[in-house]
């Protein structure tokens, strides 16, 4: 049993470093190439409908709010517990935001900031019970998803209220300005497109200096050059298309903040790290000094304020608050985490993982219903593929072992 | 008494890119206690899972003969049934089980299906007679100590009809007392013709108990030592298994000793479920600056509950009594606080309250002084490497990289992470408790040599552990405790371990002196 002691192990020939490349991140390529297989199938099978600019459009305002919930999930899930109300503080907080705009005619942004304040209101709640009185996040959290329903029946009185102010609908349905005004072609939004670019690229190349300054194994230059040509790619051809019908919707430039931003707290920041600890041992987190209660209590707080957000979301592109609005949400945010690479058991996950995962939900869901295909078979299909991703995690873990 | 029992010939079993062992063969006769012994990863545990089937016959070479016939084991039950019976260093009873459903688990004495309980608590009891064990059979298994817990497993194994027992590691967990209670059995189980395979680290207890004794280094069998014809000294077992010699167990240490750096004074502390239990009682302990503190004691004298305690309350209800760092009285009433104190604990259970197992090294090492490698809540990846790997150099931590997951770590060099993990946290006191439990000697040799470091680097230390030869080995002064008590207390120089045990082992024997 010897083991090397350097980190740097020099290799032999491209096509190895290629396997092995792709056998330590086989979770994320596997991931990623199965969306991209799946968006192809879609591509074909919709007769080219799926990749319309009208359609991408409409596929990233669909679930924006099941990707704006799948990063607090994230943190749930990776600290090890779950959170099966968000469906529910979606309906509520939308059911609460239509009555102060229609009945008690309170200007949006107070509003908007009111419901925020609720959701953490309501993750504090949940969260004091899980994280002090130590009772299973799965019983709270089942416990809230009844009682913030009932909530939203109460609130409503079983009926929808709308419509809103336009203000509070330009949240879902408003793009962003153009400041060139070119006919029939969204200049700023390619602009925005090509600083993105350049900045990722920038970013990865200042990140693979640093590794080869500490000495650590980096991928071969091609393999970098080809990855930033396909992520360019992929970044402009969105933008490209999106720009050919109205430019970026603002939810889209919403999702790109909190993505980059949840992907940097949980792997750049201290919180973050304190999470995962948190989650890959309890109890190993809390003798190191982490205050592992108050991490938990705010990871819920954190939950709360995205689920209150996406219930604007969601309330703000139907233009009306229904009671049944939400409903089984939870179920696909929690799918997408873990179709995504997330561990039920914790301290394992990604942002980015999530993100996919939660896109190939969108992708499901969107290219089934342009076929046709009936919801009965719709849910079927996302069960299946649910089980299989995680078979996939478990079966590659089993090999490697 | 010269009946071969087993015998296994030329094993070899490969791993992908390791050779596990190489060629292997070992041969136990009938009725005699066969020690196993070998540094942490020369393959004593892989041998015992070929002979027990957990490897199928077809994944390794060779072939195994028991009483006489050739054996293909496909499963454990398979190698069970024969009467082969292993018992793992981790017990294998269900916890909120009473002992009568563990013993027959799987056996269940039952006719189409229907248990019969009263056919099955009766049989338990005539079992937990022969191996000594005096609890009703329907006391869960969550309510009993980790020795009484080992005693069921054996009877368990009674149960299966033993021919052969294979116990690995029993006494790891158990203290002197206990282990005691063991060794007797075996010797027991001897006189009834029952074999038994002991692996152990524990090198006096093999030395006490074993026939003949079978060192593995490296997956090979260096040599069998026959017990009954040469006497075997400790030395000359260890000599085999490292390959050198070790001149001494413990690394030569001159203590300078300054002033007391840490104090507590009239602490007390209440079990966290039983409340009107007293697990500390009006303890008062110091530590001087330099100076290596041993805690000695049996298992559940109150030592691991005294130092988590102390830790920032991490163990215990209704805690009172004062800390004095450096004369000044402090506030250590979290954890955080006691680490800003200058208090570190290194946990006696590291996979469970150690270390995150599924995260990286580094991630552990810096786990607890995460301020001093980020900037404003931002982690400084370059700084974490730069300090991580520090740490593996100086603790010569045997990895492939930092990036390596704790898991994949031998015992020795978990071990090391939990201590590095600690020393980044720079303690002015740390808690040691049972650093060595379970790490080859070697690694042990090792981890005393970062104890005397820290000690001449002006640390004090509080070493608590089972084995006394070891506190007699590496501490100053010794504080004995029993039953949440401090009961006496020497300097290292006038201790031996027979006095030390005096005051551990009986209340009315020190009172009639």
Same mark, same amino acid.
């Given at each position: 049993?010897?083991?090397?002691?350097?980190?740097?192990?020099?290799?032999?020939?491209?096509?190895?470093?290629?396997?092995?490349?792709?056998?330590?991140?086989?979770?994320?390529?596997?991931?990623?190439?199965?969306?991209?297989?799946?968006?192809?199938?879609?591509?074909?099978?919709?007769?080219?409908?799926?990749?319309?600019?009208?359609?991408?459009?409409?596929?990233?305002?669909?679930?924006?709010?099941?990707?704006?919930?799948?990063?607090?999930?994230?943190?749930?899930?990776?600290?090890?517990?779950?959170?099966?109300?968000?469906?529910?503080?979606?309906?509520?907080?939308?059911?609460?935001?239509?009555?102060?705009?229609?009945?008690?005619?309170?200007?949006?942004?107070?509003?908007?900031?009111?419901?925020?304040?609720?959701?953490?209101?309501?993750?504090?709640?949940?969260?004091?019970?899980?994280?002090?009185?130590?009772?299973?996040?799965?019983?709270?959290?089942?416990?809230?998803?009844?009682?913030?329903?009932?909530?939203?029946?109460?609130?409503?009185?079983?009926?929808?209220?709308?419509?809103?102010?336009?203000?509070?609908?330009?949240?879902?349905?408003?793009?962003?300005?153009?400041?060139?005004?070119?006919?029939?072609?969204?200049?700023?939004?390619?602009?925005?497109?090509?600083?993105?670019? +350049?900045?990722?690229?920038?970013?990865?190349?200042?990140?693979?200096?640093?590794?080869?300054?500490?000495?650590?194994?980096?991928?071969?230059?091609?393999?970098?050059?080809?990855?930033?040509?396909?992520?360019?790619?992929?970044?402009?051809?969105?933008?490209?298309?999106?720009?050919?019908?109205?430019?970026?919707?603002?939810?889209?430039?919403?999702?790109?903040?909190?993505?980059?931003?949840?992907?940097?707290?949980?792997?750049?920041?201290?919180?973050?790290?304190?999470?995962?600890?948190?989650?890959?041992?309890?109890?190993?987190?809390?003798?190191?000094?982490?205050?592992?209660?108050?991490?938990?209590?705010?990871?819920?707080?954190?939950?709360?304020?995205?689920?209150?957000?996406?219930?604007?979301?969601?309330?703000?592109?139907?233009?009306?608050?229904?009671?049944?609005?939400?409903?089984?949400?939870?179920?696909?945010?929690?799918?997408?985490?873990?179709?995504?690479?997330?561990?039920?058991?914790?301290?394992?996950?990604?942002?980015?993982?999530?993100?996919?995962?939660?896109?190939?939900?969108?992708?499901?869901?969107?290219?089934?219903?342009?076929?046709?295909?009936?919801?009965?078979?719709?849910? +079927?299909?996302?069960?299946?593929?649910?089980?299989?991703?995680?078979?996939?995690?478990?079966?590659?873990?089993?090999?490697?072992? | 008494?010269?009946?071969?029992?087993?015998?296994?010939?030329?094993?070899?079993?490969?791993?992908?890119?390791?050779?596990?062992?190489?060629?292997?063969?070992?041969?136990?006769?009938?009725?005699?206690?066969?020690?196993?012994?070998?540094?942490?990863?020369?393959?004593?545990?892989?041998?015992?899972?070929?002979?027990?089937?957990?490897?199928?016959?077809?994944?390794?070479?060779?072939?195994?003969?028991?009483?006489?016939?050739?054996?293909?084991?496909?499963?454990?039950?398979?190698?069970?049934?024969?009467?082969?019976?292993?018992?793992?260093?981790?017990?294998?009873?269900?916890?909120?089980?009473?002992?009568?459903?563990?013993?027959?688990?799987?056996?269940?004495?039952?006719?189409?299906?229907?248990?019969?309980?009263?056919?099955?608590?009766?049989?338990?009891?005539?079992?937990?007679?022969?191996?000594?064990?005096?609890?009703?059979?329907?006391?869960?298994?969550?309510?009993?100590?980790?020795?009484?817990?080992?005693?069921?497993?054996?009877?368990?194994?009674?149960?299966?009809?033993?021919?052969?027992?294979?116990?690995?590691?029993?006494?790891?967990?158990?203290?002197?007392?206990?282990?005691?209670?063991?060794?007797?059995?075996?010797?027991?189980?001897?006189?009834?013709?029952?074999?038994?395979?002991?692996?152990?680290?524990?090198?006096?207890?093999?030395?006490?108990?074993?026939?003949?004794?079978?060192?593995?280094?490296?997956?090979?069998?260096?040599?069998?030592?026959?017990?009954?014809?040469?006497?075997?000294?400790?030395?000359?077992?260890?000599?085999?298994?490292?390959?050198?010699?070790?001149?001494?167990?413990?690394?030569?240490?001159?203590?300078?000793?300054?002033?007391?750096?840490?104090?507590?004074?009239?602490?007390?502390?209440?079990?966290?479920?039983?409340?009107?239990?007293?697990?500390?009682?009006?303890?008062?302990?110091?530590?001087?600056?330099?100076?290596?503190?041993?805690?000695?004691?049996?298992?559940?004298?109150?030592?691991?509950?005294?130092?988590?305690?102390?830790?920032?309350?991490?163990?215990?209800?209704?805690?009172?009594?004062?800390?004095?760092?450096?004369?000044?009285?402090?506030?250590?009433?979290?954890?955080?606080?006691?680490?800003?104190?200058?208090?570190?604990?290194?946990?006696?259970?590291?996979?469970?309250?150690?270390?995150?197992?599924?995260?990286?090294?580094?991630?552990?090492?810096?786990?607890?002084?995460?301020?001093?490698?980020?900037?404003?809540?931002?982690?400084?990846?370059?700084?974490?490497?730069?300090?991580?790997?520090?740490?593996?150099?100086?603790?010569?931590?045997?990895?492939?990289?930092?990036?390596?997951?704790?898991?994949?770590?031998?015992?020795?060099?978990?071990?090391?992470?939990?201590?590095?993990?600690?020393?980044?946290?720079?303690?002015?006191?740390?808690?040691?408790?049972?650093?060595?439990?379970?790490?080859?000697?070697?690694?042990?040799?090792?981890?005393?040599?970062?104890?005397?470091?820290?000690?001449?680097?002006?640390?004090?230390?509080?070493?608590?552990?089972?084995?006394?030869?070891?506190?007699?080995?590496?501490?100053?002064?010794?504080?004995?405790?029993?039953?949440?008590?401090?009961?006496?207390?020497?300097?290292?120089?006038?201790?031996?371990?027979?006095?030390?045990?005096?005051?551990?082992?009986?209340?009315?024997?020190?009172?009639?002196?």
């Amino acid at each position: 049993m010897k083991t090397l002691t350097n980190d740097a192990t020099s290799n032999s020939g491209t096509m190895k470093t290629l396997t092995t490349l792709f056998r330590n991140n086989i979770r994320e390529y596997g991931m990623l190439i199965a969306l991209i297989a799946v968006m192809v199938f879609f591509q074909f099978k919709t007769g080219g409908i799926l990749f319309k600019p009208v359609n991408i459009t409409n596929l990233v305002l669909q679930n924006s709010y099941v990707i704006t919930m799948a990063l607090g999930m994230l943190l749930i899930i990776v600290s090890g517990w779950i959170d099966l109300s968000v469906g529910s503080v979606v309906a509520m907080v939308g059911a609460l935001a239509s009555v102060l705009m229609v009945k008690l005619q309170v200007p949006w942004g107070v509003t908007v900031a009111l419901c925020l304040l609720v959701g953490a209101a309501i993750g504090a709640f949940q969260g004091y019970w899980v994280a002090y009185l130590k009772i299973p996040a799965f019983i709270v959290t089942l416990a809230g998803m009844l009682v913030f329903r009932g909530l939203t029946f109460a609130l409503l009185q079983g009926e929808s209220i709308g419509p809103f102010p336009t203000g509070f609908q330009k949240i879902s349905s408003g793009f962003i300005p153009d400041v060139f005004k070119y006919p029939g072609f969204h200049l700023t939004t390619l602009l925005i497109g090509i600083i993105f670019s +350049v900045l990722l690229i920038f970013l990865d190349l200042r990140a693979r200096r640093n590794q080869q300054k500490y000495g650590f194994e980096v991928t071969p230059f091609y393999f970098f050059i080809i990855k930033n040509i396909i992520i360019t790619a992929a970044v402009m051809g969105l933008c490209y298309l999106m720009a050919s019908y109205k430019g970026l919707p603002n939810v889209l430039v919403l999702l790109f903040v909190l993505i980059a931003g949840y992907a940097f707290i949980t792997t750049q920041s201290v919180v973050g790290r304190r999470i995962y600890a948190m989650g890959g041992n309890e109890k190993a987190a809390r003798l190191s000094g982490v205050n592992t209660p108050r991490l938990l209590f705010y990871t819920f707080v954190n939950m709360g304020v995205l689920a209150a957000l996406a219930g604007l979301i969601v309330t703000a592109r139907l233009n009306s608050a229904t009671p049944n609005a939400g409903d089984g949400m939870e179920l696909d945010v929690i799918a997408a985490c873990f179709i995504g690479g997330a561990s039920a058991s914790g301290g394992i996950g990604t942002v980015i993982g999530a993100v996919v995962g939660a896109f190939m939900i969108g992708v499901l869901n969107n290219g089934m219903s342009i076929i046709g295909l009936g919801i009965d078979w719709q849910k +079927v299909v996302k069960g299946v593929v649910l089980l299989l991703a995680v078979l996939f995690d478990v079966y590659n873990k089993n090999k490697n072992a | 008494m010269d009946e071969v029992i087993l015998e296994m010939r030329n094993i070899t079993k490969t791993f992908p890119g390791v050779k596990a062992l190489d060629n292997v063969s070992f041969t136990v006769k009938q009725g005699e206690i066969h020690a196993l012994v070998g540094e942490n990863g020369a393959g004593k545990s892989t041998l015992m899972n070929v002979l027990s089937g957990v490897y199928p016959y077809g994944s390794y070479t060779g072939e195994i003969y028991f009483q006489g016939q050739e054996c293909r084991f496909q499963d454990i039950h398979h190698s069970e049934e024969l009467g082969l019976v292993i018992i793992h260093q981790e017990l294998a009873l269900v916890p909120f089980l009473s002992i009568t459903e563990n013993m027959f688990l799987g056996n269940e004495q039952a006719k189409n299906g229907v248990i019969n309980w009263n056919e099955a608590v009766s049989r338990t009891k005539e079992l937990l007679n022969r191996v000594g064990l005096h609890e009703s059979p329907n006391t869960l298994i969550t309510n009993m100590g980790v020795g009484q817990q080992q005693l069921v497993e054996i009877a368990k194994a009674l149960a299966k009809k033993v021919k052969l027992l294979i116990l690995d590691e029993p006494t790891a967990s158990l203290n002197e007392s206990d282990s005691e209670k063991l060794l007797q059995l075996l010797l027991q189980f001897k006189a009834h013709g029952i074999s038994s395979i002991l692996i152990s680290h524990k090198l006096s207890e093999v030395k006490r108990v074993a026939d003949s004794i079978t060192i593995l280094r490296d997956g090979a069998t260096i040599e069998t030592l026959d017990c009954r014809i040469d006497s075997i000294t400790e030395n000359r077992i260890i000599r085999g298994m490292v390959g050198r010699d070790l001149k001494h167990r413990f690394p030569p240490r001159d203590s300078k000793i300054g002033e007391t750096i840490f104090e507590v004074r009239d602490w007390n502390v209440y079990h966290p479920i039983h409340e009107d239990r007293k697990v500390s009682n009006n303890v008062n302990i110091k530590v001087r600056k330099g100076e290596v503190v041993g805690l000695a004691g049996l298992m559940g004298a109150g030592r691991t509950e005294l130092a988590m305690s102390i830790f920032g309350r991490a163990y215990g209800r209704r805690i009172s009594g004062t800390a004095y760092r450096q004369g000044k009285e402090v506030d250590i009433s979290t954890i955080d606080k006691a680490i800003s104190n200058g208090i570190a604990y290194a946990t006696e259970d590291r996979k469970a309250y150690g270390l995150v197992l599924i995260q990286e090294i580094k991630s552990n090492i810096t786990l607890a002084n995460l301020e001093a490698i980020s900037d404003g809540g931002v982690i400084n990846e370059p700084k974490e490497l730069t300090v991580t790997r520090e740490y593996r150099d100086k603790l010569s931590i045997r990895c492939s990289s930092i990036r390596q997951l704790a898991v994949n770590l031998s015992g020795g060099n978990q071990q090391k992470v939990v201590l590095s993990k600690w020393l980044f946290a720079n303690p002015d006191i740390l808690i040691l408790d049972e650093p060595t439990r379970g790490i080859d000697v070697g690694a042990k040799y090792e981890i005393y040599t970062i104890i005397n470091r820290l000690a001449s680097e002006g640390k004090g230390i509080i070493f608590i552990s089972s084995e006394l030869p070891e506190i007699l080995g590496i501490c100053d002064r010794i504080y004995v405790m029993r039953e949440g008590n401090i009961v006496g207390e020497m300097p290292a120089s006038e201790a031996s371990q027979e006095k030390v045990m005096e005051y551990i082992m009986t209340e009315e024997e020190v009172v009639e002196q």
